[in-house]
Structure formats: C-alpha cells, structure tokens
C-alpha cells in the first residue's frame, strides 16, 4: 500500500476533523489533504519525481507532515534531518542524500549557507530571508487537484532516515512504503467517524518514532498536536487543553515531567496510552510512572529504525501491579524486558554462529518480515553487515525468558543512547582526537537515571600538555564541534588504555573500571 493512500482513506472519512495541531492553529483532514496536493502539484511543477529526495531540516512543525505525504504523492523520498547536527554532520548527510530541494526552518538557514555550492534548492519554512523561496509561497503555486497516484510499488523507498554509522559517517536507513504500511495495517484501526482521539506528538520527525506516530495518527484519523520540541510545562498545558489520548515519550521526558515542581497542577486524567521507548527505561521512573498516572495504559515499544520501528512490545497490562504476590513478582520482573515480538515481524536471538540461543542464554536480537528496511543507502557493504540472509541484525544483544518475554543486556556495537539519541562513539573519539592536546580517546556510555546513558571520554593527554588540558577545557572544544547531545558529559583522564594484542581498545575494561554512574 502506498503511504499517500493513509491521507486519503482518512480525508474521505473524517474530512472535516483536526488533522494537524501546531502553534495554535488547526488544519483539518480535508484541508491537510488540500495543501499536500498543493505541495505536490508545485513540486512537480519544479521537476521533482520519482526517486527524488526532499530533506528538511526543522523542529516539528505541520509542515513536516505536508512535505512527507506530498513527497509520497510524488514516489519522491522524504529525508528528515536532524536539526541539532553541525556543519561537519549536515554536510555529510546532504552529500550522502543529494537531495534536489531542502526546507529549512529561518534559525537554519546560516548552517545550510555554509555549504555553498549545493546542488539543492532552499525552500523557507518560516520567516523570511533575500532571494530564499518561502513555504507558503511555493504551496500557493500549486494546484488543488491531488496528483495522480505513483507508479512505482510498496517496496519504492519513501524515506532515508540518518543513523549514526560505526566508522562516524552517518548511515542513510531506506525504508519502503511496505515498511509503514505493514505495521500500520497490522496495528492500528483505521478512522472511525464515531472514534476520536488526539495523539501528542513530542518525538522529533527525524526520529523513527515520530514519523511512525505521525503515519498511525493520519492513517488513524486521529488528531495530533505536534510540539516543536519537548517542554515539560507546554505539553503538562496541551494534555489538559487538548484532552490528550495518547504520547509517546523516551524515559527522559517521563522523568523530566514528573520531577517538575508543578507536574501536579494539570488535569491529566484524559491520557489513555502512554507508550516509551528509544532509551533504557530506569525501573525507578517507569514504577513511579504508574502511579503518578493511574488513567493511564503503558506501553513499551522496543525497535530502531532498521526495523521501521517497533517490533517487540511489553503490553500495557503486563504493567499493572496487580494480583497475588506471585503474579506480582512476575509482573515487576517483566517491567524490566521488551516485552513480546508484534504478530507481523519474527524476531530471534541467535548466537554469533547465528544458531537460536536456548533461555537464558545471550544473543544478538534479529528480526525478518516485509517492513525491515530496504538497506543503507549507497552503502552496500554496510547494508550486508547489517541484513544476512534476510534477517536484520540489530546490534543489540539479549536474552529470553521461559514465557518468550525479551530482556536487553546491552548492544554488541558499543552505540550509546542517550535519551533516546544513538551516539556513535568513534564519533566522538574522532573528534576529541582532533584536540591538540589529547593523545589518545575511548568512549562509553554510563548509566544515568535521567538520560538512560551519558557519554563519558576516557582521555590520554599528550606530552607536555598532561598537566594542563581540563575536562573543562576539552567538553567546550566538544560543544563546539558536535551536536549537544553527542558531547561528553564527563572526561576521565588515564595514563594509557587497555589494548589486546591486536591493538583495539578494550571497552569491557573501561566500562568496568570507569563506567559507574557520576
């Protein structure tokens, strides 16, 4: 099924229903559809066509959506940037996407002009700026009339999604229409006249959880209010305001709203779905969860975006913390896993023989269905890394129980999620490598109740400069080369790493002398 048809199906249905919620203004199913024709017919006017990829670089906004369904329409790719990256990380992505045009939001538009001599045409999400085409201006060029539908198939890549690569370049993950439409199909009900419900999106469109939250919500005919980025305050305001169904936030934003001095002021009663993911879940957070939100179903969705998302989920009443103290017990044990595969994809934990692992036994977690992803886009050596005889192997190393319930127990390729971001630590040691000053640099994450993990340098300085360099001094020099989230937030000066024979740092080692939480 193409993802143009979502829009569609929920246009002719529930027309005139809130589609979109931003910044105070509603659009609705019908007037959503409209100005996604628009975008469309005016893109095509432009020459973009089949395989042609539109990256945008903004915070949420409604235009973010437009653009997706309008590069749909078109059997163009939609690539979503991540608007925190540096100079460096968007030149690379830009180079590896060649995408024919770019929207960006105004605060963007100087980092995008440090580029110079792209291939691409800027087109102006907001604001305004000498000789940029304008948003609304391009829309307005465009007919009403929804373009024909493509004639490529379900398995025509409709995204390229940017995920952190182990050698520090960033990897372009394609997913097909298939890859959302399968899960979509399989997972969520289509709109209903007699069924409403309002979807709070917080999760960044860059990200694979947004965008999926963003398809089911259309495909649902449920109405989302998109927030540009998370703020405990504004979204506590738009659950009570709007009367919020459903959210979905990593751990981080779970902790940050409830440790808000005025979380108890709002009416949240209306929240129906709560689901989490992205980042590990401290079992502190989740169980206070439920009980500052006792209304409330969970839902932890576990997947990345070589899988289009989820494909193991701890459903909500393995959540309540109810029953004899057996039942009990399993329950607060079953807290800490992922809970089950979802019906439409197999998912395996095989040894490095790539055998099944017996229970109990540690593996690496691989699943097989019709929406894993297509491959790493021009990156075919990646691509056969990652996806071996059918199955996508996900870097993540687990285990199962007796009753098939999965549990983490860490990743095979050493990555870092930091709420909910995945940091490539050769990333980073490239660039603390750069310092004048440093000689030698490994990085690992460390577990922090706040973030799931943090990312922690463990430095050797270089002659004569060992007594000077702070941590202070190289976390500025950090700051100024890497997006926020990416930057250490502690450095450990050593004398010398540990190495095998072969000469590779052993991460083990550090992990097991420096990895305790600050």
Known sequence: MNTSEFLMIASSIVPDRAAVVFDGREFSFAELQERVNRLASALAGQGV???????AMQVNCNQCVEIYFAAAQLDAIYVPLNFRAKADELEQMLGIAEPKVLFCGERYLPLVDQMGGSAHSVVLLDGKAEGVRTYEDLLQSGETE???????DDEDTTVIMFTAGTTGVPKGVMLTHESFSGYLLSNVEPADPEVEETNLLTVPFYHIAGLQAAMAAVYGGRTLVVMRQFEPVEWLTLVQERQANRAMLVPTMLKRLMDHPRFGEFDLSSLDVITYGAAPMPMPVIRQAIQEFPNARFVNAFGQTETASTITMLPPEDHVLEGSPEEIETKLRRLASIGLPLEDVEVRIVSEEGETTGVGEVGEI???????MKGYWQQESATGDTIRSGWVYTGDLGYRDEDGYIYLSGRARD?????GEMISPEEVEQTIMSHPAVDEAAVIGVPDLEWGETVRAVVVRRGAAESELTEGELMEYCHERLASFKRPDSVVFVSELPRNVMGKVLKRDLREQYGAPA
């Open 49 to 55: 066509g089949s395989g042609d990829r539109l990256a």
């Open 415 to 419: 990555f870092i999620k930091r709420g």
């Open 366 to 372: 691989v699943a097989r269905g019709p929406r894993m």
């Open 146 to 152: 929804q373009m024909l539908f493509p004639e490529g």
